[in-house]
């Protein structure tokens, strides 16, 4: 492949931050030759919520029969790679290793470069996959199960954060409501779909603004409204309908996200808005930014559901940015828990 393509990069990229365990082969950061992702859903579903320990464990018994199938779904053998590229942060740190030693013993045998993702800028980098035209600069509305961030992508890599969340991450928050309305884990899949049978406006539930602070969110405020109203209903005996409770604390959520979105792009002059992460595949955001966009005038990107969870092809695509710019990580490379947009 590499005599008939010399320009072309193949990159093998690995993520596994949270409870997924991922390896895609992505050529020149856009065109996906494959991209598998075996998921710890069903188990941590019993427990409500992602255990770190059993994350770590599950995914030291997956990630070899993972990237296989990855390179042999791509017909793409270690030699005809360009590179090696893996998340190295945020995200949980047992989880991390087991991705970051992996990457590093294929990239050691196979003589490979090493190129080590940020989780939150592979995320952003979704958008590039189904969209070839898309290129910065954009904004960026970053939903995920730990970050609520407003960003600008200037350049291939190249980030400002200029709005995040005080408290909770959007993601939390559909989860934490999910769990008190009986939803269970991962809540925000389960609140989408209920919300599709309730009312949205059956219940006024706050928008919260930060003073002083126009691209920021709070979601912790909405989620305690929530929390009281469920308690009050209890208390006087009144029937809770589960469906509008969603519907309306789901339009609490998407009403400020897109509203401090546009509010942003047309401050700093964007035409171009995406949304990343998780809650990107949520209906009602999709819906309501795209009709915020139209209203606007501005070209609204997203990607497909499957790019918006944590996957490896969004992992390729930021690594390709990164590769040419002639990013390379050493053997020393570490997991980095808390690892900030834009740091190195
Ligand atoms: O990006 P992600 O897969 O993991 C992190 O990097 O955090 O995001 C997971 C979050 C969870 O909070 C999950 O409930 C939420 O994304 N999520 C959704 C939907 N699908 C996943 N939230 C709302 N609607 C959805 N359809
Ligand atoms: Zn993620």
Do not use: W
Not at 127 to 148: A, K, Q, R
Not at 237 to 266: H, P, W
Not at 302 to 329: H, L, Q
């Amino acid at each position: 492949m590499k005599n008939q393509e010399k320009e072309d990069v193949v990159i093998l990229a690995i993520e596994s931050s949270c409870d997924e365990t991922a390896a895609a082969v992505v050529k020149n950061g856009r065109e996906v030759l494959s991209n598998i992702i075996s998921s710890q859903i069903d188990l941590h579903t019993l427990y409500g919520g992602v255990v770190p320990e059993i994350a770590s464990r599950k995914h030291i018994e997956k990630i070899n029969q993972v990237i296989e199938e990855a390179l042999a779904k791509a017909q793409v053998s270690l030699k005809e790679l360009d590179a090696v590229a893996v998340t190295y942060g945020p995200g949980l740190v047992g989880a991390l290793l087991v991705g970051v030693a992996e990457a590093k013993a294929i990239a050691y045998a196979a003589k490979l470069p090493l190129v080590g993702v940020h989780h939150i800028e592979g995320h952003v980098s979704a958008n590039y996959i189904e969209n070839p035209d898309l290129e910065p600069p954009f904004l960026c509305l970053i939903v995920s199960g730990g970050h609520t961030h407003l960003v600008l992508v200037k350049e291939y890599g190249e980030y400002e954060i200029i709005g995040r969340t005080h408290d909770d991450a959007a993601g939390e928050a559909y989860d934490k409501v999910a769990r008190a309305i009986g939803l269970g884990y991962p809540g925000g899949p389960k609140i989408d779909r209920l919300a599709k049978e309730g009312n949205p406006h059956a219940i006024e539930f706050p928008r919260a603004k930060i003073e002083g602070s126009e691209y920021d969110f709070s979601f912790s405020g909405l989620k305690s409204a929530v929390l009281n109203y469920l308690n009050s209903c209890e208390m006087k005996g009144e029937e809770i309908n589960r469906a509008d409770v969603a519907a309306s604390f789901q339009q609490a959520v998407v009403d400020v996200l897109a509203e401090r979105t546009m509010t942003a792009a047309k401050e700093y002059g964007m035409k171009k808005v995406a949304i990343a992460g998780g809650v990107a595949s949520n209906s009602a955001l999709r819906a309501a930014m795209m009709s915020a966009c139209n209203r606007n005038g501005l070209e609204f990107y997203r990607p497909s559901p499957i790019f918006c969870t944590d996957n490896a092809a969004m992992i390729g695509a930021a690594a390709y940015y990164e590769y040419r710019k002639g990013v390379r990580s050493g053997l020393d490379l570490n997991a980095v828990p808390n690892l900030k947009i834009g740091e190195r």
